[in-house]
């Protein structure tokens, strides 16, 4: 399957800032892909260059494999929504949509029916003749979404789209993308600092940190099976002990001896990530099959479906979520015991 | 605030220094009397008289077609040096044309007018063609030191304006030309307003520059004052002032009023 954008060994510094170290990535036909980071990790850089805002200093984009080297943005089939939304202060809604279309060279009926088409894709209709500074955060939004969905692009660029939304408005609107993309069947690219907006909007998420991509995959790829330690961290909580292999498919570390299928050499060093949902509490003297460890519940956090124990082995803190209800009340100050299949164990580079 | 009555009196006094002057010429101008000193009683004598000033009425014809003009190209000018400063990054030799741009508001105005003389009178000897000094070596002037004026409001109005906006236009398929016409200019149209009117009042107002480069059948209206206060001062110069004082005024208040109205275009 050939890409829709092909993004290849693409390099950015900004002065002594590098914002991109050589990125690759391959986005397909009909995808949402998230580029997931903290602030400055170089995403939306890289949003940009995709768009021909930005020109990578070393590597190359492709766009249905035609290289955009040299293409300025108004020449590339890709449209982007801006953070800001940068509606154009003095048109209406209509001839804000109009705009782009008009660039392309349509006039007359044809250009008033695509507007209306583009319009009504996101119930905008009954806005056509307002200025953007006589909508709401959440019109405007709809409002730049329909100009560039207009301009029908092979794939659309979205930066931090739910960003501007208050947190009711975000969910709806979060709901409705994906309604959007799935009718349309075009690629959406979003750019996201929110590791739960990625989750839940996306089909595949890249994670990216300081210019590099740590890890590209499924949602569930990323949270269940991390490549390292950034991403283990970045996605809800992980237990993380750092440690070395022994021989015979065990790790010496923080807890002690821990089984973990690794094919490394003894002596290389790791670090181990265990889920809290993924330990299973046990009262006092209990002998579970595998992955023991007695310990001490240090501290209880109700949260109503589930509560979070935090208990501690030695100088270490060990992190339980449990199903409220699912075994008898521990409290704090409570002798357990800790389980988990060895198949929880995630073995990552230290 | 607690109000500090020295501090009300010393305002009163900075207001009445720079005021009074006018409000007297404002008044005179109203005088019956031949006499400037002499208050006799209301009348428009002088105005009527002003207005039957062949000589007077020329110059007004000539400072506005001036300021007209010069206005108009220093906007032209000054909006392209300002968008390239503001938009064209870091190119090389910007330092030296920023300055450049700023130079004419610091050098003396004797000095910009006696440069200006000079290279006129040697562009004309180069080129015999070259019509000689008039309203056109006024305009050229003018234009020369209000664009920097202009350059700066530009600048200072692309600087508060996000990119973005520009931005998305060439991501909507508009080239670079397309997106300063439709987009950038309309958006700073009040900015060029506000530049256009000061422009034309700081012609209007011009004694030295014009002296320099005016020739025998381009005088302007404040040559015309200047040199007729040598020869005693009539009440009829008093009438023409308030009303040069009145136009000042009039579009320094527009152009604060364009100036405003773009901020609040702004979000």
Redesign the interface.
């Known amino acids: 399957m050939t890409p829709v954008i092909r993004i290849d060994g693409v390099t950015k510094r900004f002065g002594d800032v590098v914002a991109l170290d050589g990125v690759s990535l391959d986005i397909f036909e009909n995808e949402f892909l998230a580029l997931l980071g903290p602030s400055g990790c170089g995403k939306t850089t890289l949003l940009r260059a995709v768009?021909?805002?930005e020109t990578p200093d070393t590597g190359h984009i492709f766009i249905d494999n035609r290289s955009q080297d040299g293409l300025?943005?108004?020449e590339r089939p890709v449209?982007?929504m801006?953070?800001?939304y940068?509606?154009?202060?003095?048109m209406t809604v209509a001839g804000n949509v109009a705009?782009?279309l008009k660039?392309?060279g349509l006039r007359g009926a044809e250009l008033a029916e695509r507007v209306r088409e583009a319009l009504a894709r996101v119930e905008m209709e009954s806005f056509a003749d307002r200025k953007p500074?006589h909508l709401s955060g959440g019109q405007k939004q709809r409002a730049a979404l329909a100009?560039?969905l207009a301009?029908r692009p092979r794939a659309l660029l979205l930066d931090e789209p739910l960003a501007a939304l208050d947190k009711h408005l975000r969910e709806r609107t979060q709901l409705e993308l994906m309604t959007l993309r799935e009718r349309l069947g075009i690629t959406f690219v979003v750019v996201t600092h929110d590791q739960d907006e990625a989750m839940g909007m996306a089909s595949r998420v890249a994670v990216m940190e300081k210019g590099r991509l740590l890890q590209v995959g499924s949602p569930r790829d990323l949270y269940e099976r991390p490549d390292n330690r950034a991403v283990a961290g970045f996605f809800g909580h992980m237990n993380l002990w750092d440690g070395t292999v022994s021989t015979g498919d065990t790790v010496t570390c923080a807890v002690g001896a821990v089984s973990a299928a690794t094919s490394l050499p003894a002596g290389t060093p790791v670090a181990l990530a265990v889920r809290p949902e993924q330990i299973v509490l046990h009262a006092a003297g209990a002998t579970p099959d595998s992955g023991q460890l007695a310990g001490t519940i240090a501290d209880v956090v109700y949260g109503g479906t589930v509560s979070t124990y935090f208990v501690a082995h030695g100088a270490t803190r060990i992190r339980v979520v449990r199903q409220n209800g699912a075994g008898p009340a521990l409290e704090r100050g409570q002798a357990v015991v800790l389980s988990w299949p060895v198949s929880a164990v995630r073995v990552l580079p230290s | 605030m607690k109000r500090i009555p020295w501090l009300t009196v010393a305002l009163g006094a900075g207001i009445a220094f720079l005021y009074l002057p006018l409000a007297a010429v404002i008044v005179y101008s109203f005088n019956a009397s031949r006499l400037v000193t002499v208050w006799t009683g209301f009348s428009t004598v002088w105005y009527s008289e002003l207005m039957g000033d062949r000589q007077i009425m020329a110059a007004a014809a000539t400072s506005l077609t001036v300021g007209v003009l010069s206005a108009t190209l220093a906007v032209i000018v000054g909006t392209a040096a300002g968008y390239a400063l503001s938009r064209f990054g870091a190119f090389r030799g910007r330092w030296l044309f920023s300055t450049a741009v700023v130079a004419p508001m610091v050098v003396p105005e004797v000095i910009t007018g006696l440069s200006l003389l000079l290279l006129f009178v040697a562009a004309q000897e180069m080129l015999p063609f070259l019509p000689g000094r008039g309203i056109a070596t006024i305009v050229l002037a003018h234009a020369s030191f209000t664009m920097a004026t202009v350059a700066l409001i530009i600048q200072a109005r692309l600087a508060g304006m996000e990119r973005d906006v520009e931005e998305a236009a060439s991501d909507l398929g508009a080239r670079p030309f397309t997106v300063f016409t439709r987009i950038t200019l309309p958006m700073i149209a009040p900015a060029l307003g506000a530049g256009w009117l000061l422009a034309f009042v700081l012609s209007l107002d011009d004694l030295v520059i014009a002296s320099f480069v005016a020739g025998p059948q381009s005088t302007t209206l404040p040559m015309v004052v200047y040199s007729s206060i040598r020869l005693g001062v009539s009440p009829k110069i008093n009438a023409l002032a308030a009303l040069l004082v009145a136009a000042t005024a009039v579009l320094l208040g527009l152009a604060a009023l364009a100036a405003r109205r773009g901020a609040s275009l702004q979000r």
Do not use: E, T
């Open positions: 768009a021909g805002l300025a943005p108004y449209n982007m801006f953070q800001s940068a509606l154009f202060p003095h705009f782009g660039q392309d500074q100009r560039c301009k």
